[in-house]
């Protein structure tokens, strides 16, 4: 048992959840007589000190379970609502019991498992001191959140360990929204408060060496897995801190996933593979939560294990197979403003580190030009994304982030750049029924005049859709031949794979 602590952490003690309160109130219905139940948190926390008032609480929650259930979806969130209100109340309790019961810099000394294990005997005492009635069920989620909440993030817990959330969006400390397969789901997690929420937000950037408060709020940063964060936080968010979490599978895709998932025909996927591994310089495009970093990474995968292989990015989400891979993050501004390291630093920089293939997660800015340089003196397979709905859209964003740069050279110039430079645009994106797709893969020809000339090597026909509603369509092959990334095809000896490709595609 850890001695009295000194609470000069105070300011970092993560907040409790309430997320497994659907599940607490559908166990089976008890046979004692129904109470009314709480109705606001100071009910809700004067009943946690009196066991008759709990169990009244619960008959009154699982008989309205038990109706709502028979009915429609409304009663069964008023449950959820009310039974996470008496829940929180005596988690909050426990809690604030532990927390002058334990001494935090003792548990620090510990690995997780054994902390772990040290709270679980600490909470079950303190359970049976103060007389609480739980259920064994009730009183393993009640550990289980104390242990996150010391431990780990808190009530996004349970959400970072479910493998098929693809975002986390937590809009203030009682609306916490998902999204899975496609579409935004709200959740029944809170938090206790905003603080609560803007310590987690802390020691998720802290892990990162940056920081997020009132004179710096906003911050990107990312999980220990990869995933990508976003904080921002108030005076800039009116509701309370805003997070913003993009998660990373624990298994990592491949381009036979993707095809798996009809994202890409397998006709393209092997065209994909040609591209990548004969040196072919790309730019994935398409917008937001479309996929285009997931591409990317099944891309990466047809790179030689030989090549050293430079990757700059703003968070490092990137999952490179590779044995010889640098990774280059930015960094923002200290305190007094100095010590930013912008993209373009980087990619200047990992021009003086003999990369073969620079990767660049996003371009956004100025360093479109240097990127563009890069691919132009001989560092063949390079690839980068950006945001843009379209090919023709994807080559016009780059002209606009060169100009940005003030560089001042004529519209014609920057446009032989761009067609001296990259070979092959992918185009991805998300439909209206939350799947995601390759819609294009265009290959950039050249100039004619000052017009910029791309041909579609496959496109996304949309032909219609099912009775669940979901989007029914194919990819298609245009008909070209022998596209112009033939010569380096052959040059790498794939040529013969290229051809199959595409004649397996008309």
């Not at 970072?160 to 496609?182: K, P, S, T």
């Not at 761009?418 to 185009?427: E, K, T, W, Y």
Request: proline share 5%; glycine share 8%; aromatic share 4%.
């Amino acid at each position: 048992m850890f001695g009295k602590r000194s609470f000069a952490e105070g300011g970092q003690a993560p907040p409790p959840a309430a997320a497994d309160g659907a599940e607490i109130a559908t166990r089976p219905q008890r046979q004692e007589p129904p109470a009314a139940s709480p109705s606001s948190p100071a009910e809700s926390a004067a009943a946690v000190a009196d066991p008759a008032a709990k169990r009244a609480t619960n008959e009154t929650v699982h008989r309205k379970v038990h109706a709502g259930l028979a009915s429609d979806r409304g009663p069964i969130t008023e449950v959820v609502r009310e039974q996470s209100d008496y829940y929180h109340a005596t988690k909050t309790q426990i809690y604030s019991a532990l927390l002058n019961t334990i001494d935090l810099a003792q548990l620090a000394q510990l690995d997780h498992k054994q902390a772990g294990e040290e709270i679980r005997d600490i909470v079950a005492e303190l359970v049976a001191i103060k007389n609480v009635s739980m259920s064994g069920t009730e009183q393993d989620h009640l550990v289980q959140d104390i242990i996150n909440d010391v431990l780990g993030y808190g009530p996004l817990e349970p959400l970072l360990a479910r493998d098929d959330i693809a975002d986390i969006m937590v809009n203030g400390a009682h609306r916490v929204f998902i999204e899975v397969q496609g579409k935004v789901q709200l959740t029944n997690v809170r938090f206790r408060d905003n603080q609560q929420l803007m310590n987690i937000c802390q020691r998720i950037v802290s892990q990162v060496g940056r920081r997020v408060d009132e004179s710096s709020p906003i911050c990107d940063a990312r999980l220990p897995d990869g995933s990508r964060v976003n904080v921002i936080a108030p005076p800039l968010s009116l509701d309370g801190p805003t997070l913003t979490i993009r998660k990373f599978r624990k298994d990592k895709l491949t381009m036979k996933d993707l095809t798996n998932w009809a994202s890409i025909s397998p006709e393209g996927a092997k065209v994909l593979g040609v591209i990548g591994a004969s040196r072919c310089n790309v730019l994935i495009s398409g917008g937001t939560g479309s996929g285009k970093t997931t591409l990317l990474n099944c891309m990466t995968a047809y790179i030689d294990p030989t090549e050293r292989v430079v990757t700059c990015e703003d968070a490092a989400e990137l999952q490179l197979q590779q044995p010889h891979v640098v990774r280059l993050e930015t960094r923002p501004p200290n305190l007094e403003g100095q010590g930013a390291i912008t993209m373009r630093d980087l990619v200047k920089n990992c021009l003086r580190m003999r990369p073969e293939r620079i990767i660049v997660g996003e371009v956004r800015g100025p360093e479109a030009f240097d990127l563009l340089q890069a691919m132009n003196t001989g560092h063949d397979g390079s690839m980068g994304t950006l945001h843009a709905n379209s090919p023709r859209e994807a080559v016009s964003r780059l002209e606009s982030m060169i100009t940005m740069g003030g560089y001042g050279l004529p519209s014609k110039t920057i446009r032989e750049m761009v067609v001296g430079s990259i070979d092959v645009i992918v185009q991805a994106a998300r439909l209206r029924d939350g799947s995601r797709r390759i819609t294009h893969i265009t290959e950039v020809l050249g100039l004619e005049g000052e017009v910029i000339i791309t041909q579609d090597l496959f496109v996304y026909e949309i032909t219609g859709e099912d009775a669940a509603g979901k989007i029914v369509g194919r990819h298609r092959s245009t008909g070209i031949a022998r596209p112009r990334f033939w010569d380096r095809a052959r040059y790498y000896g794939l040529e013969r794979e290229l051809a199959e490709a595409l004649d397996a595609a008309e």
